[in-house]
């Protein structure tokens, strides 16, 4: 019997919290209907791995906590442990009765497993905070928080230190899980961060981006197509003017270009870019950046932006 392609999809934190949307569990679980039905159809001819954002939900549950004097506060490591439960747990539900719905009951196995990635203690992005996190805000309410802001497309969002991933420590009980038929939720939220100290690991007060980390484990697992899926039905250039237009299918050369001329801003698209055009030109495989409805179109080569992958000359 021939192995199934193994994918792994990234599901985007803000598209399990929308636009316009409170956040709440009633309104996450309802979100999760459209890309877990999809899943769960794709389980069927392919072996599959989900890696999940947390954004509004680790800048939610940061607010709670600092709203209350009662019990001590976490660090941030600790509440991107905490939503990576969380999120697992709605998407292991969601997955299960999206399997139930097409018959399937004992067959599917999946787990979330609590994700650790290394980054380096030097790393200058703990002294320039670039992620953003948790509501948005208009203008007037920004200037009334004391915390740093951003600017996004969306309103001002707060932002704290986001460095870059260099390993998934997990990557061999995650291969082994694959090998098993486990469907696997893992590096959510971007995983913990950890700083390696000789043998031992030990956390830091960050969050890292999840496609960027997800790359880095698309990678590490030898995935043959990395799904970015998120609340965009794709990748645009030329925002907001009358030039706006979605990209279907472009080469890493040229979407190399698209992302030093700017046009695709650091805090939302600009990661999503840079890490599917990592993973292809690395591993010469598919990636493909497309809205959480389209997942199953995507991988079909019908909807969503495909990053080409490089010619001979290009990946050499």
């Known amino acids: 019997m021939s192995i199934k392609p193994l994918i792994l999809i990234a599901l985007g934190g803000n598209a399990l919290i929308q636009k316009g949307q409170k956040g709440t569990a009633e309104e996450q679980f309802a ?23 947390n954004g509004p939900q680790v800048g939610n549950l940061l607010l709670q906590q600092e709203s209350c004097r009662e019990v001590p506060n976490m660090p941030l490591e600790i509440i991107v442990a905490m939503t990576q439960g969380q999120i697992g747990y709605m998407i292991e539900s969601s997955l299960d009765r999206a399997l139930m719905e097409m018959g399937v009951t004992t067959e599917q196995l999946f787990v979330s497993l609590i994700s650790y990635v290394v980054v380096a203690e030097r790393d200058p992005a703990f002294q320039n905070p670039t992620k953003p996190i948790g509501p948005f805000y208009t203008a007037e309410q920004a200037r009334g928080l004391p915390y740093t802001m951003v600017k996004t497309d969306k309103g001002f969002r707060r932002v704290v230190a986001s460095p870059t991933p260099l390993a998934i420590v997990e990557h061999r009980e995650i291969k082994k899980l694959i090998e098993m038929e486990f469907i696997v939720i893992c590096c959510g939220g971007g995983g913990i961060p950890v700083i390696r100290k000789e043998r031992k690991f030990r956390g830091v007060d960050a969050v890292i981006d999840k496609d960027l980390a997800s790359a880095v484990l698309a990678g590490e697992i030898n995935a043959d197509v990395f799904v970015i899926a998120s609340d965009v039905p794709g990748v645009s250039v030329h925002r907001g003017t009358p030039e706006q237009r979605v990209l279907r299918k472009v080469p890493t050369a040229e979407m190399e270009r698209y992302l030093a001329e700017g046009h695709f801003p650091a805090g939302s698209m600009g990661p999503k870019v840079e890490a599917i055009t990592r993973f292809v030109k690395a591993s010469g495989r598919r990636g493909i950046i497309c809205g959480l409805e389209d997942i199953e179109r995507a991988i079909a080569g019908e909807a969503g932006t495909e990053v080409d992958r490089p010619t001979e000359r290009e990946h050499a």
């Not at 979100?31 to 954002?53: C, D, E, F, W």
Request: aromatic share 4%; charged share 20%; proline share 4%.
């Open 31 to 53: 979100n999760l209907k459209v890309p877990m039905r999809q899943i769960a159809r794709l389980s069927r001819n392919y072996r599959i791995v989900i890696t999940h954002g």
